[in-house]
């Protein structure tokens, strides 16, 4: 893939037309400005995107987002959305990390309240909130607790005791997906979730303590109770081994199916199966389950938060908390219902809050979504900043104490299981936030609210 | 034989062996060098009787790579040896003895079939690409 073979449709979105290839259904876009659509086509993202315009059912575009990077089947900061009717729902549309997403938290302290207590505070989450490979968490679910969370998601969560009534109204889809089924869930994914729930896992999952330090948009900043130089506090992480599996089983049981249903697709790893047929429907009904469990996982995490935050009268709310890799169906002009895949991808529907997390040394934001996104982009947005550097030069050019000072430099207490999973995560190993974020709000799909900067990082 | 390639988000494992059997042994290897196992607290020996089937050889090796993978995160069980009973385009049936339980200092969500192309050198020998969710 080459630059001539786009087309701008202005400053910040790019086209390839339907006509660069002949399998393609539809056109497919991508969200970028030109200096950032260079170093997008460094890798094979675009040449991913291509392939996801080629599924049987896509309506209008397949669509990147400016943190766009080359995964497997999809890119990551792909959607695609599919007529059910006819079409497809694709398991590497929505990655092994079901319902992986963000969860954001406002504390009432101020960030005078809270640094002479950085540190003590920083480790207390570490010790309070399990992460890294191998750490279980603070339940042992017994099968029938495990079936109620499938179904119910943080709902169950709240009913045992983490949390409240008003949590659920602050998570996407109130902290439930109600097409989940969980007989469709395998005894494999069930035993590779069953001592996860509560735990952060490893990679680029983290909690961290963010001080506001840029309000854009102050009625909506004042919506959600934030102000300049107050502290919230993110959680990104999902639905673990257990969501993991169901992809694997998924894709598996996909791959098989494909013939039968007279499917072809150019990367084995979009796998996929008429949305309407016994394997599309035991997706989806899967799928939801394990999103359920990561709304729980994310739920316990807060509880576990809420108790080592020992701050005086101090109350952590949540502002929202959104999945960035799930599927949806949804009613959107021009197409009526679709199956919306995020992969990477944040909702971004009118006046909703939209996360997105920077990497560990640099900002995050939120945003709210905007009527253009419905119209454009089915109601998404981008989920990050996206990785430029792979994990392998990461550790090969990142001196571990030369990124914790650094970080401290900046006024970053670190946290972290491992110095591998540290330097992985290293901020230049991302794209730049700021410029994503510029692409999303000139785009007019989603308008910045308020930027966060990073005062304590816990990580596996 | 492995070697771990660089990939932006991932891992990018290329495998080469002189036959099928060596194969799948040695990607199984590559896959526990990522995952950093150990042996764990009094870890035993296991063996294990493991039947995968697949729609071709490339799919063969990402599902039985993932069933290993299943395996060393439910029951942190580890296997150094592969003894295969069958081995066709689309099926294995194979002993493995290893240990259990094993300690990991990495994670992998999954074997994508992402790049996977198991095939034969003019050489005789064989070789795939693997690209791990990490």
């Known amino acids: 893939?080459?630059?001539?073979?786009?087309?701008?449709?202005?400053?910040?979105?790019?086209?390839?037309?339907?006509?660069?290839?002949?399998?393609?259904?539809?056109?497919?876009?991508?969200?970028?400005?030109?200096?950032?659509?260079?170093?997008?086509?460094?890798?094979?993202?675009?040449?991913?995107?291509?392939?996801?315009?080629?599924?049987?059912?896509i309506r209008k575009h397949?669509?990147?987002?400016?943190?766009?990077?080359e995964g497997y089947g999809f890119p990551i900061g792909g959607v695609a959305a599919i007529d059910p009717r006819d079409g497809v729902i694709s398991p590497g549309g929505i990655?092994?990390?079901?319902?992986?997403?963000?969860?954001?938290?406002?504390?009432?302290?101020?960030?005078a309240d809270v640094e002479p207590v950085l540190r003590p505070l920083a480790k207390a989450l570490a010790r309070g909130v399990p992460s890294g490979v191998g750490r279980g968490g603070p339940v042992q679910l017994k099968a029938k607790d495990?079936?109620?969370?499938?179904?119910?998601?943080?709902?169950?969560?709240?009913?045992?005791?983490?949390?409240?009534?008003?949590?659920?109204?602050?998570?996407?889809?109130?902290?439930?997906?109600?097409?989940?089924?969980?007989?469709?869930?395998?005894?494999?994914?069930?035993?590779?979730?069953?001592?996860?729930?509560?735990?952060?896992?490893?990679g680029n999952h983290f909690v961290e303590i963010d001080r506001v330090d840029t309000i854009y948009d102050e009625e909506e900043a004042k919506r959600f109770g934030l102000v300049l130089d107050g502290i919230v506090v993110q959680i990104h992480t999902g639905?673990?081994?257990?969501?993991?599996?169901?992809?694997?089983?998924?894709?598996?049981?996909?791959?098989?199916?494909?013939?039968?249903?007279?499917?072809?697709?150019?990367?084995?790893?979009?796998?996929?199966?008429?949305?309407r047929s016994a394997e599309g429907e035991g997706y989806f009904a899967a799928m939801s389950a394990a999103a359920n469990f990561a709304f729980a996982n994310r739920q316990l995490i807060t509880a576990a938060i809420r108790r080592v935050w020992t701050l005086d009268d101090d109350e952590l709310e949540i502002i929202y908390d959104v999945a960035h890799n799930v599927a949806k169906l949804e009613r959107h002009p021009d197409v009526g219902e679709v199956i919306v895949h995020r992969k990477g991808a944040t909702r971004a529907f009118p006046g909703q809050p939209v996360l997105i997390p920077g990497s560990m040394g640099t900002a995050s934001y939120l945003l709210v979504g905007h009527e253009t996104a419905m119209h454009e982009s089915f109601g998404s947005s981008c989920h990050g900043a996206g990785r430029v550097m792979s994990r392998t030069k990461a550790?090969?050019?990142?001196?571990?104490?030369?990124?914790?000072?650094?970080l401290e430099k900046l006024g970053i207490v670190a946290e972290a299981g491992s110095v591998k999973g540290l330097v992985e995560e290293a901020p230049e190993a991302y794209k730049d936030i700021d410029a994503v974020i510029d692409v999303v709000a000139n785009a007019g799909i989603a308008k910045k609210v308020a930027r966060f900067r990073p005062i304590a990082v816990v990580k596996g | 034989m492995f070697?771990?390639?660089?990939?932006?988000?991932?891992?990018?494992?290329?495998?080469?062996?002189?036959t099928r059997e060596e194969l799948f042994t040695e990607a199984m290897r590559g896959l526990y060098s990522v995952l950093h196992v150990a042996p764990g607290t009094g870890a035993r020996p296991i063996s294990r009787h493991v039947v995968v089937d697949s729609v071709d050889l490339t799919a063969?090796?990402?599902?039985?790579?993932?069933?290993?993978?299943?395996?060393?995160?439910?029951?942190?069980e580890v296997f150094a040896q592969a003894k295969f009973a069958t081995l066709t385009d689309t099926e294995v049936a194979c002993e493995l003895t290893g240990i259990a339980p094993a300690e990991l200092e990495a994670d992998v969500k999954a074997v994508t079939y992402h790049e996977a192309d198991v095939h034969q050198e003019a050489d005789g020998s064989w070789t795939t690409m693997l690209v791990l969710d990490i």
């Not at chain 1, 008003?166 to 089924?181: K, Q, T, V, Y």
């Not at chain 1, 998924?250 to 996929?272: E, F, W, Y």
């Open chain 2, 60 to 76: 063969l090796m990402v599902d039985f790579l993932n069933e290993i993978l299943s395996r060393v995160h439910i029951g942190q």
């Open chain 1, 62 to 69: 397949a669509i990147a987002m400016p943190d766009v990077h």
């Open chain 1, 1 to 57: 893939m080459e630059k001539r073979h786009l087309e701008k449709i202005h400053d910040n979105l790019w086209e390839v037309p339907k006509s660069y290839r002949g399998d393609m259904h539809v056109p497919a876009r991508v969200y970028t400005n030109e200096r950032m659509l260079e170093a997008i086509l460094r890798d094979r993202s675009l040449d991913q995107l291509i392939n996801v315009a080629t599924l049987p059912g």
């Open chain 1, 239 to 275: 639905s673990r081994g257990l969501g993991h599996q169901v992809a694997t089983d998924s894709i598996k049981t996909m791959m098989k199916a494909m013939a039968r249903h007279g499917i072809s697709v150019p990367d084995p790893q979009l796998a996929c199966a008429p949305f």
């Open chain 1, 95 to 111: 990655g092994y990390d079901i319902n992986c997403g963000v969860r954001l938290l406002r504390s009432t302290k101020s960030f």
């Open chain 1, 395 to 406: 550790r090969h050019e990142i001196r571990h104490d030369d990124l914790r000072t650094r």
């Open chain 1, 146 to 202: 495990l079936e109620l969370i499938l179904r119910d998601g943080a709902a169950r969560a709240v009913a045992m005791g983490y949390g409240s009534q008003e949590d659920l109204n602050r998570i996407e889809s109130g902290g439930r997906l109600g097409g989940a089924d969980p007989e469709r869930v395998s005894h494999a994914a069930r035993e590779r979730g069953r001592d996860q729930l509560g735990t952060i896992g490893s």
């Open chain 2, 3 to 18: 070697s771990v390639e660089p990939h932006v988000a991932d891992v990018r494992l290329r495998v080469n062996a002189q």
